[in-house]
């Protein structure tokens, strides 16, 4: 899965205007839509239910994970022999399967031109002013990127402002920006939205994070004010992650989509600084960061100027290729034409830094497992005596580690009419603690998926519940966001929160130890000692919703409520 800083905003800004300025009155965080159905109650009984003979098994989902994750595959890293591996070895099992190609020329492969930009900033940062100067360390206080395609990008006493949650928000009365003058200028925000604290649950959406809390959206509102840089600071507790996690998924070489002005109409700088840097910086500039982070989190609050400027150089190698998605069709029966997508992303961080003498980030459950379960799909359809009605189509994208690149780009280039596609069925992280007795929904309340998911849960005897930290802003975290973006109805549900077994406390805290262990760490490595009836569980949930989906004539909508509906009904009008 992809995490909250490795999101950009992928937003063209007339599509960003109807998500966002055009759902006054109505939320844009998905598990708190207006008008959403009151979860359900879990059922009182602890015995799993039987496993049909779809093929869908926990010995399958391992093989396939033990290939995905080996050493042998060097962390699924774009842009290297792990790439190749991993493509080829998902374009030999769907073959295997007797799936037909979905690429360009018969081919099993989209093509997705990306740019990859090698940055080394300097070991040194320094922030100077009021008499005072600092010098900030690399990885230990700053993590700094550029999307600008030049081979240097020099950043010479570039004066700080701090501008609270960097929000321009109309329909919440919040403009952080108001009378601030950041042209040429480094702007300084915190990480998420107003609000996220939750003292105060009339403020945006409270504890949940919106669509303004993402960084993507704080870069590109910096550039659209004018502003040379963006330095985001880091906090562990309203982040949901830790600063080594800031470390592994922005250090060396950054993946981005090619664009026709190279990166020139993004800010220059975009970072993240720790904590400590932050109050460092803020002391140096006669502040209290205590006080500003209190007063940023009111209403009518002013940004200011810090007095102070940063001074810092970007050493870039820049290389231009091709990277893939992998995409197979299972034809439908008889409306070939109109198609259900379940897609998983191969990709994961490659080499990095060795931890505990380990440089290969394996990626196990993140997400060699999604893609695991995309096989065991794909091989249940291939087995079931009903064929489909409507084509299945089978797409493991690349890049998501990056900044959901693949699907985006996909979205952008469909290869099927997006006005036909029925669904997309996402699985990013299918977790490996055993049985579970939910099925949680990220962006619960979106949509009419949410129903065939009920449905599908109830043949499992689970129930179904909202993502239980929408304070994290998951919905926009992993590819299923690509895809509503465009209008296409999209699940991303798995159990994640009550294990059947041993209950919701044990659930919590295998969660909370992977999140703060393996996340993004060279441990995500497959484990024999793994329980992957959970994860079997939920593919074959997930085969049972596209079975149901391909077997009607309807499309499932978007609610009311949702601010994706009005993008679908350009697409698909009712």
């Keep these: 899965m992809m995490h909250l800083l490795t999101m950009r905003a992928w937003l063209a800004p007339a599509v960003a205007g109807l998500l966002l300025a055009g759902c006054q009155g109505k939320t844009t965080t998905a598990d708190t839509a207006a008008g959403a159905p009151a979860a359900e109650a879990a059922p009182t009984d602890t015995a799993s239910v039987p496993t049909p003979a779809d093929g869908i098994t926990p010995a399958l989902l391992a093989r396939h994970i033990?290939?995905?994750?080996?050493?042998?595959?060097?962390?699924?890293?774009?842009?290297?022999?792990?790439?190749?591996?991993?493509?080829?070895?998902?374009?030999a099992e769907?073959?295997?399967?007797?799936?037909?190609?979905?690429?360009?020329?018969?081919s099993y492969f989209q093509p997705v031109p990306l740019v990859e930009i090698a940055g080394r900033p300097d070991s040194v940062a320094t922030v100077a002013g009021n008499g005072k100067s600092?010098?900030?360390?690399?990885?230990?206080?700053?993590?700094?990127?550029?999307?600008?395609?030049?081979?240097?990008?020099?950043?010479?006493?570039?004066?700080?402002?701090?501008?609270?949650?960097?929000?321009?928000?109309?329909?919440y009365k919040w403009d952080d920006y108001a009378g601030l003058d950041v042209k040429g200028k480094t702007v300084v925000v915190?990480?998420?939205?107003?609000?996220?604290?939750?003292?105060?649950?009339t403020m945006f959406q409270g504890k949940a994070m919106t669509y303004y809390g993402r960084w993507g959206y704080k870069y590109e509102e910096a550039a659209r004010h004018g502003a040379t840089g963006l330095l985001i600071v880091h906090d562990t507790k309203p982040a949901s992650y830790p600063w080594t996690v800031v470390q592994s998924s922005n250090g060396g070489a950054k993946l981005h989509p090619t664009t026709p002005d190279h990166g020139a109409s993004k800010v220059a700088l975009e970072g993240w600084m720790t904590l400590d840097a932050a109050k460092r910086i803020?002391?140096?500039?006669?502040?209290?960061?205590?006080?500003?982070?209190?007063?940023?989190?009111?209403r009518g609050f002013k940004g200011k100027a810090l007095g102070l400027s940063l001074t810092t150089t970007l050493h870039n190698k820049i290389t231009y290729k091709t990277s893939k998605n992998v995409v197979a069709v299972l034809p439908g029966a008889t409306r070939p034409k109109e198609y259900i997508i379940y897609s998983a992303h191969w990709d994961h961080l490659g080499i990095g830094p060795a931890i505990k003498g380990d440089s290969i980030y394996n990626g196990a459950l993140d997400n060699a497992s999604g893609c695991a379960g995309?096989?065991?799909?794909?091989?249940?359809?291939?087995?079931?005596?009903?064929?489909?009605?409507?084509?299945?189509?089978?797409?493991a994208v690349t890049g998501e580690e990056q900044g959901l690149l693949g699907s985006d780009y996909y979205a952008?280039?469909?290869?099927?009419?997006?006005?036909?596609?029925?669904?997309?069925?996402?699985?990013?992280?299918?977790?490996?603690?055993?049985?579970m007795r939910d099925l949680t929904i990220t962006g619960y309340g979106q949509s009419d998926l949410d129903d065939y998911a009920r449905a599908a849960a109830k043949e499992q005897n689970r129930y179904v519940i909202p993502y239980q930290h929408p304070e994290t802003g998951s919905f926009y975290r992993s590819d299923h966001f690509s895809f509503?973006?465009?209008?296409?109805?999209?699940?991303?549900?798995?159990?994640?929160?009550?294990?059947?077994?041993?209950?919701?406390?044990?659930?919590?805290?295998?969660?909370?130890?992977?999140?703060?262990?393996?996340?993004?760490?060279?441990?995500?490595?497959?484990?024999?000692?793994?329980?992957?009836?959970?994860?079997?569980q939920d593919a074959r949930l997930l085969f049972r919703i596209g079975q149901k989906l391909a077997a009607e004539t309807t499309f499932p909508q978007w609610k009311a409520s949702s601010e994706f509906r009005a993008v679908r009904l350009k697409s698909r009008p009712q």
């Excluded at 990480?191 to 996220?196: F, S």
């Design 190 to 201: 915190l990480i998420n939205d107003p609000g996220n604290a939750g003292n105060d649950t």
């Design 374 to 395: 995309l096989l065991a799909i794909a091989t249940a359809f291939e087995q079931a005596k009903e064929k489909p009605q409507r084509s299945i189509v089978f797409l």
């Design 282 to 298: 803020f002391a140096a500039a006669g502040q209290n960061y205590d006080a500003l982070y209190a007063a940023a989190n009111q």
């Design 412 to 435: 952008q280039h469909p290869l099927f009419p997006v006005a036909n596609t029925v669904a997309d069925i996402n699985m990013d992280e299918l977790l490996a603690f055993g049985p």
């Design 66 to 91: 033990q290939v995905l994750a080996s050493d042998a595959f060097q962390g699924r890293r774009p842009f290297t022999p792990g790439e190749d591996k991993a493509t080829a070895y998902l374009a």
């Design 94 to 106: 769907f073959k295997k399967l007797g799936l037909k190609p979905g690429g360009p020329g018969g």
């Design 484 to 536: 509503a973006k465009v209008g296409i109805p999209a699940l991303y549900a798995s159990g994640s929160f009550d294990s059947r077994l041993h209950g919701k406390a044990f659930a919590e805290k295998e969660r909370e130890d992977f999140e703060a262990h393996n996340y993004h760490q060279p441990s995500d490595q497959y484990d024999p000692k793994w329980d992957l009836r959970g994860a079997a």
């Design 134 to 171: 600092l010098a900030l360390k690399y990885r230990t206080d700053f993590m700094f990127l550029t999307e600008h395609e030049q081979p240097t990008v020099a950043i010479k006493d570039s004066p700080l402002v701090f501008a609270g949650y960097g929000v321009t928000a109309p329909e």
